[in-house]
């Protein structure tokens, strides 16, 4: 069962303690259903989890902390992002402790509607355990972006904390010569979590009892090389991290000696259909890597959603992917200078698959890889920070029907107004925005994007980096932020107690 599910019956529950006698309104007798649809309403906790971002001494790492304003939250209220215990801390004495939890943070999150940002640098910056209540929860995102000068992945690395979960699904991961993968767990809970690290590749599960009950303190952080877990070297991998008890935030770190490195985030739940929005339109190489983890096989149509509607790639019509089994396609320049997001769709009968897909700029030693996991739609709203002027290109992507979004640009960091810009996307088509900027904008700033009408819109933003001589890139997706929940109504009802 799903958290999600889970929180909502603990609503359910709550409303019925504070109503004394509470019951959901049932059918009257003529059969017709009087019950009023259920409320949403802003959520009032949110946790984020930021992974350690880097082990290179020239890592200089920006954090940004942006809550949009929600209507019908609660006024009071805040966030903050404290440091996770890694297993070095652990053995550290008690002084030594205190001394590192009375830090200043280094980001501090403020009142909703105002973005800030934070910096550290070097390879000691820890894992953030975040938590916002109020009027501060509804929405609130942090983005970790790391520049790395040099050695293996240097480039950009950007990551959008994410919030705790019990499962996660890691396709395109590697154990290949020249691949340093990590993967990075953080607990944000008062007791250990317990997880199971499974590895996939183009044959099945790899052999390793290593991943097995792996345990991540409480409040604590740990990271992993994948290579540690299998001798096996693939250039395809999927990671399962499974929670036996607990909960906690998950990522993968690729980094690659020629082509830079980024973080690849979990996919989107297996699903029948799916939606990986936004590939840079100058990439130079696209890898496709998908996995079904049930025991059926998956045939699926691949297609590119460009900005004059859905194509099929020439000699990639259809991918065949085996149970239990992971499969890598070289689709190359797929995108041949135009927008475009990949949308996978089932030849047949549905089966369950997660993808994501190894994007490259740049050519020879001026290369830089990222990753974009297949990813949920935008939804009611969805929100990215650490925009900077000039180097975010914002895509938009409606893969059935045609669709109205507005977009958002928050005041900046430093100062700035906000500006807003309303989008039609075409049926079966991906744009690249003109994105709003704020008006007399200091430092960065955050996009959110909202669904005005029409179908689902997937979304990603890509932020390109200050290096001149290196294509340095990071791509962000932008699913739904979840800011609010459905709560059923509930009115008191004395009659229970007479039946």
């Known amino acids: 069962m799903k958290r999600t599910t889970l929180s909502l ?26 019950a009023a649809p259920a409320a949403r309403l802003p959520v009032e906790r949110t946790s984020l989890l930021c992974p350690a971002p880097s082990t290179s001494d020239l890592a200089e790492t920006a954090y940004t902390s942006f809550t949009p304003v929600t209507k019908g939250a609660d006024e009071k209220g805040g966030a903050e992002l404290a440091t996770a215990e890694s297993a070095e801390d652990a053995g550290k004495d008690q002084k030594d402790q205190k001394d590192q939890k009375d830090e200043k943070p280094v980001v501090q999150p403020k009142a909703p509607g105002t973005p800030v940002a934070g910096e550290a640098t070097g390879a000691d910056t820890p894992a953030l355990i975040g938590t916002a209540e109020g009027g501060s929860a509804p929405g ?23 919030a705790p979960d019990t499962e996660f699904w890691f396709p395109g991961a590697s154990t290949a010569t020249g691949r340093t993968d990590y993967v990075h767990l953080t607990n944000p809970d008062d007791s250990a979590a317990v997880v199971d690290i499974e590895l996939y590749g183009k044959d099945g599960a790899l052999k390793s009892t290593v991943g097995e009950g792996v345990t991540v303190p409480p409040h604590g952080s740990e990271s ?21 008890s ?43 890597v998908l996995f079904t983890p049930g025991g059926t096989d998956a ?12 194509i099929t790639p020439a000699g990639h019509e259809t991918v065949h992917v085996k149970a239990g089994m992971t499969t890598g396609v070289d689709l190359g320049e797929v995108t041949r200078g135009e927008a ?22 740049g050519k020879g030693d001026e ?14 709203r969805a929100t990215v920070a650490d925009n900077r ?55 960065s700033y955050a996009l959110t994007v909202e669904t005005v009408s029409g179908g689902p819109v997937h979304a990603s933003r890509t932020l390109t980096g200050s290096d001149d001589d290196v294509a340095a890139f990071t791509v962000q997706t932008l699913p739904d932020d979840r800011g609010t929940v459905s709560v059923p109504n509930a009115d008191e009802d004395l009659s229970v107690l007479q039946k």
Do not use: M
């Open 9 to 34: 019956i603990a609503c359910a529950t709550a409303l019925a303690a504070v109503t004394g006698f509470a019951a959901v309104s049932a059918p009257d007798g003529s059969g017709t259903d009087t």
């Open 367 to 380: 290369q830089e890889s990222a990753f974009i996991p297949a990813a949920d739609p935008v939804g009611a």
């Open 389 to 443: 002027a000039k180097s975010t290109t914002l895509a938009l992507s409606a893969p059935g029907k045609a669709a109205k979004v507005k977009v958002t640009a928050s005041a900046g960091t430093e100062g700035g107004t906000t500006a807003t810009k309303t989008y039609t996307v075409g049926a079966g088509t991906t744009q690249n925005v003109d994105a709003p900027v704020p008006a007399g904008l200091k430092g």
């Open 224 to 244: 992993l090389l994948l290579a540690t877990l299998s001798d096996v070297k693939q250039t395809d991998l999927t990671v399962h991290v499974g929670v036996r």
């Open 246 to 288: 607990g909960r906690l935030g998950a990522a993968v770190q690729a980094l690659d000696d020629k082509t830079g490195g980024d973080w690849l985030t979990a996919a989107a739940d297996p699903a029948g259909d799916l939606v990986l929005p936004g590939i840079p339109k100058d990439a130079t190489a696209v890898r496709l």
């Open 299 to 310: 045939d699926l149509k691949v297609r590119l959603a460009s900005p004059s509607g859905l």
């Open 140 to 162: 609130w995102t942090v983005q970790q972006t790391t520049e790395v000068a040099a050695g293996t992945g240097r480039g950009l690395q950007g990551v959008n904390c994410t």
């Open 340 to 361: 475009g997001s990949l949308v996978l769709t089932p030849t047949d009968r549905s089966v369950p698959v997660v993808a994501a897909v190894r994007v490259v700029r």
